[in-house]
């Protein structure tokens, strides 16, 4: 018998609506309304804020380690709002507008790095699983949720965000492949910044595109550029619109870059040149969509330091609220795992808390 060739899935697209030099293609354009495009801005700006917040705090040792989302705004936040309430939103690491936007008090990303477990605990009714780092681990748990919302009847979907390091885990692989042989109503957004700390994206894959990967497992990916706020929302509204009509799952790659520290724990001058950085600098999300809700006369200057204003007293009250909160105990990071400490941590805790007493820190 001849070879014969096998008919796949001829393309995967690349979609972006308003270019690094800010010019919108008007024909794909969403048009959001002015009260819309200021929120989306606003949610940017307190993801920004927030996250040069966290560095300072972190350097100054009132929270612990932090892993900052500088040049990603646009990619989570802009996809965050396309989801209705009775939807699900499954996060990793990198997404405080996403938090915001659902509800969880601001100072939710403080507790989370500060080592309190409420920074975990999601507002009442919130469809929301908390920050995971365990990288790719989120995925399956985005899976399993689409896939009983499927059997349950419930018409809703499931975004899921993951890095493009986290798409060379198994976890990732497996989620997809029940997503796709099951028609899941699950949307994998990978935000692909180009680095897993040191690693950069083309030692992570040999597949000219993180979205084609979606094609194996027979459903559509799509390309965006994840700093194009609009590209984001389109490709966004479309997967999710699909999966609410049982038109299956959907990979969408965030073409972006992580500007900042992969962590407050990593030094990236030690893998990264600054020309890299200052190129992906004047790529930069926020700028790009203020410039064009200037032109098009959603925001002008008196506004621009309004929202300002009004997002710098947000973070500041934020702050403060995390602090007053009552003092840590270290002794704490015991109490949650099990009901019984097994013998070699109940060890550990003892010499922990003589450790505490010697060093005159208060513990339980
Ligand atoms: C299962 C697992 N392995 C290793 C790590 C350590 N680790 C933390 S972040 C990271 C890189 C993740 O890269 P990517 O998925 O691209 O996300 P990014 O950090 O760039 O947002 C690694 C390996 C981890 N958190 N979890």
Request: with cysteine; charged share 30%; aromatic share 8%.
């Given at each position: 018998?001849?070879?014969?060739?096998?008919?796949?899935?001829?393309?995967?697209?690349?979609?972006s609506?308003?270019d690094?030099?800010?010019?919108?293609?008007?024909?794909?354009?969403?048009?959001?309304?002015?009260?819309?495009?200021?929120y989306?801005?606003?949610?940017m700006?307190?993801?920004?804020?927030?996250?040069?917040?966290?560095?300072?705090?972190?350097?100054?040792?009132?929270?612990?380690?932090?892993?900052?989302?500088?040049?990603?705004?646009a990619?989570?936040?802009?996809?965050?709002?396309?989801?209705?309430?009775?939807?699900?939103?499954?996060?990793?690491?990198?997404?405080?507008?996403s938090?915001?936007?659902?509800?969880?008090?601001?100072?939710?990303?403080?507790?989370?790095?500060?080592?309190?477990?409420?920074?975990?605990?999601?507002?009442?009714?919130?469809?929301?699983?908390?920050?995971?780092?365990?990288?790719?681990?989120?995925?399956?748990?985005?899976?399993?949720?689409?896939?009983?919302?499927?059997?349950?009847?419930?018409?809703?979907?499931?975004?899921?965000?993951?890095?493009?390091?986290?798409?060379?885990?198994?976890?990732?692989?497996?989620?997809?492949?029940f997503?796709?042989?099951?028609?899941?109503?699950?949307?994998?957004?990978?935000?692909?910044?180009?680095w897993?700390?040191?690693?950069?994206?083309?030692?992570?894959?040999?597949?000219?595109?993180?979205?084609?990967?979606?094609?194996?497992?027979?459903?559509?990916?799509?390309?965006?550029?994840?700093?194009?706020?609009?590209?984001?929302?389109?490709?966004?509204?479309?997967?999710?619109?699909?999966?609410k009509?049982?038109?299956?799952?959907?990979?969408?790659?965030?073409?972006?870059?992580?500007?900042?520290?992969?962590?407050?724990?990593?030094?990236?001058?030690?893998?990264?040149?600054?020309?890299?950085?200052?190129?992906?600098?004047?790529?930069?999300?926020?700028?790009?969509?203020?410039?064009?809700?200037?032109?098009?006369?959603?925001?002008?200057?008196?506004?621009?330091?309004?929202?300002?204003?009004?997002?710098?007293?947000?973070?500041?009250?934020?702050?403060?609220?995390?602090?007053?909160?009552?003092?840590?105990?270290?002794?704490?990071?015991?109490?949650?795992?099990?009901?019984?400490?097994?013998?070699?941590?109940?060890?550990?805790?003892?010499?922990?808390?003589?450790?505490?007493?010697?060093?005159?820190?208060?513990?339980?």
């Amino acid at each position: 018998m001849p070879r014969t060739p096998i008919k796949v899935k001829p393309k995967v697209e690349y979609l972006s609506i308003l270019d690094g030099s800010g010019k919108v293609d008007e024909t794909l354009d969403p048009k959001l309304d002015s009260d819309r495009s200021i929120y989306l801005y606003r949610l940017m700006l307190i993801a920004r804020r927030l996250d040069e917040r966290c560095i300072n705090m972190q350097r100054q040792g009132r929270i612990g380690t932090y892993g900052p989302c500088r040049g990603q705004e646009a990619t989570h936040c802009a996809s965050c709002i396309c989801m209705e309430k009775e939807d699900w939103i499954v996060h990793a690491f990198r997404e405080p507008g996403s938090f915001y936007h659902r509800g969880w008090p601001l100072e939710t990303v403080l507790l989370f790095w500060g080592g309190y477990e409420e920074g975990c605990c999601p507002p009442e009714g919130a469809r929301d699983l908390p920050i995971a780092v365990p990288i790719a681990t989120q995925c399956p748990h985005a899976m399993g949720i689409a896939w009983a919302m499927k059997l349950r009847g419930d018409k809703h979907a499931v975004l899921c965000y993951c890095g493009e390091g986290g798409t060379s885990e198994g976890d990732f692989h497996e989620a997809m492949n029940f997503a796709g042989v099951y028609n899941l109503p699950v949307v994998f957004l990978i935000q692909n910044n180009q680095w897993a700390i040191s690693i950069p994206r083309d030692k992570q894959t040999a597949s000219e595109t993180i979205a084609q990967k979606a094609l194996a497992y027979g459903f559509d990916g799509i390309q965006v550029d994840g700093n194009d706020p609009l590209a984001v929302y389109v490709a966004t509204k479309e997967a999710i619109e699909n999966a609410k009509k049982d038109g299956g799952p959907t990979l969408i790659e965030a073409v972006t870059y992580r500007l900042s520290v992969h962590t407050t724990a990593d030094d990236p001058t030690k893998y990264r040149s600054d020309d890299e950085v200052k190129k992906w600098e004047k790529l930069d999300p926020i700028p790009r969509f203020q410039k064009y809700l200037v032109e098009r006369k959603i925001l002008n200057p008196k506004l621009i330091e309004e929202i300002e204003a009004d997002v710098q007293a947000k973070v500041a009250e934020a702050v403060d609220r995390y602090e007053s909160k009552r003092e840590v105990d270290p002794l704490e990071c015991f109490d949650y795992m099990y009901a019984n400490l097994p013998p070699e941590l109940q060890k550990q805790r003892e010499e922990f808390a003589a450790c505490l007493q010697r060093e005159g820190v208060k513990g339980h």
